[in-house]
């Protein structure tokens, strides 16, 4: 990509101009006082004239005789350039007498006319000349990479880009470059000692032999398990009694009458699946069967998500149905919103069982303004979700509880203690009503 232009240049269209206006305007920099400063930085200098304050700079001075004699004794005189079109700073490292050497080599080229010699090079001499100068240009470094060097590229694109053919050329070249050769050959030996893990030692317990009088063995031997049980207690060897065994000798008054012996353990069988049938209750609910009071449905898994719309959809309009559980059925907040709509809805469920599946505090919140509106709901459990329903939502449950006099039993565990303590003191007071409307009756 071509370079942009400068800011401080008047690069015309002649590249003779541009090259001459590039070489007057070199970086200069000063050398080691044992060494000979280059070309490059006298003739820069030489162009350069004396400033106001005593300030070297460019452009100033173009008399070229003048601006050498003015800059060598200056600069050499406890003055040091620091870069192009910048304030010179002082060094007291050069002495004036370190101007005159340099000063004699450069007699030679004040009579150098720069525009012939530039006339005399050809178009490749310019370009070559050019794109040196273009390498010793320090605002190269504060371009980006794509700023730092023109394109020189001359050859014409062969097509659009491939990436699998590319990859091919890259592997293809990659396996025909011929490895490089070991200074050292390789060969397998291995130097050194063998690291080896220490092993700590494992402790051996001896077990003793207890040796026993002949006396003493016959006794134990010939013992029943009422004598060796009896001989346990009295020495204090509990551990060797089962709970089961203590009991009975407590309970009874002929002690331990046994020897501990293992008991026998009691499978735990997994619980049954549910038999309920899915379909035939849906069915059944739809037909508003009297006869049919509760369906559960707990730890049905394979319920589709359609189905259980339909139930709350048919609840709607069913009279008869008192208890209704979804418990641990994977339901989520579809299903939450489906029956919310159906408790705004029903006036004949008394109890609703949502526990143990994977309804978020968005769901429980729409059940919970549903709620609001139902006054024949009595039991509702909502415990053990996927997660944490919230402060905000256990606050609404609160305020629901003491606006709702229906709810007897709300089957939550509450995490923050305001709404726990609020949600109880309207359960309490829901229960004493429904007490005091008892007892008025029983009373008439």
Not at 228 to 254: P, Q
Not at 286 to 296: Q, S
Not at 350 to 363: H, K, Q
Not at 366 to 389: P, S
Request: charged share 30%; net charge negative; aromatic share 6%.
């Amino acid at each position: 990509m071509p370079r942009p232009p400068r800011a401080n240049s008047n690069v015309g269209r002649d590249k003779t101009a541009a090259v001459r206006l590039r070489t007057r305007h070199l970086p200069g920099f000063l050398p080691h006082p044992t060494q000979s400063p280059p070309i490059g930085f006298l003739w820069a200098t030489g162009r350069a004239g004396r400033g106001s304050g005593g300030v070297i700079g460019p452009g100033q001075g173009e008399a070229p005789g003048d601006g050498v004699e003015e800059a060598g004794a200056d600069a050499w005189g406890g003055r040091t350039c620091i870069g192009q079109g910048q304030q010179l700073r002082r060094s007291e490292n050069y002495a004036p007498e370190m101007a005159l050497p340099f000063k004699k080599d450069l007699e030679k080229y004040k009579d150098i006319d720069e525009d012939e010699l530039l006339g005399k090079l050809s178009e490749e001499e310019l370009k070559q000349l050019e794109t040196a100068l273009e390498e010793l240009d320090p605002e190269h470094s504060l371009l980006p990479a794509g700023f730092r060097q023109k394109d020189q590229t001359v050859k014409s694109p062969t097509g659009p880009f491939d990436r699998d053919q590319l990859l091919a050329f890259l592997e293809k070249q990659a396996l025909e470059y011929k490895d490089r050769e070991d200074y050292v050959p390789f060969t397998g030996e291995k130097k050194g000692k063998l690291w080896i893990p220490k092993q700590k030692p494992v402790e051996q317990r001896v077990e003793e032999k207890v040796t026993l009088d002949p006396e003493l063995e016959e006794a134990l031997t010939s013992a029943t398990d009422t004598e060796l049980c009896d001989l346990a207690a009295i020495l204090g060897m509990h551990t060797l009694v089962s709970n089961t065994h203590y009991l009975d000798s407590v309970g009874s008054k002929g002690g331990l009458n046994n020897v501990v012996k293992g008991e026998k353990v009691k499978p735990v069988f997994d619980e049954p699946p549910n038999p309920t049938n899915v379909e035939e209750s849906l069915q059944r609910i739809k037909a508003n069967d009297p006869g049919l009071v509760e369906v559960n449905l707990n730890n049905i898994k394979n319920i589709p998500i359609p189905t259980l719309k339909d139930f709350a959809e048919t609840l709607k309009k069913n009279t008869h149905l008192k208890k209704f559980s979804l418990a641990a059925t994977r339901s989520n907040d579809p299903i939450a919103f489906a029956f919310a709509d159906m408790l705004r809805v029903n006036k004949t469920l008394r109890s609703l069982n949502l526990e143990s599946n994977f309804i978020t505090g968005v769901g429980i919140q729409a059940i919970v303004d549903a709620l609001k509106e139902n006054e024949t709901l009595m039991e509702i459990k909502i415990d053990n979700q996927r997660q944490q329903l919230g402060a905000t939502v256990e606050m609404e449950i609160a305020q629901m509880l003491e606006t709702n006099s229906s709810i007897l039993k709300f089957g939550y565990q509450f995490t923050q203690q305001g709404p726990r303590t609020r949600a109880a003191a309207a359960i309490t007071k829901n229960n004493d009503l429904v007490r005091k409307k008892r007892v008025e009756r029983d009373a008439y």
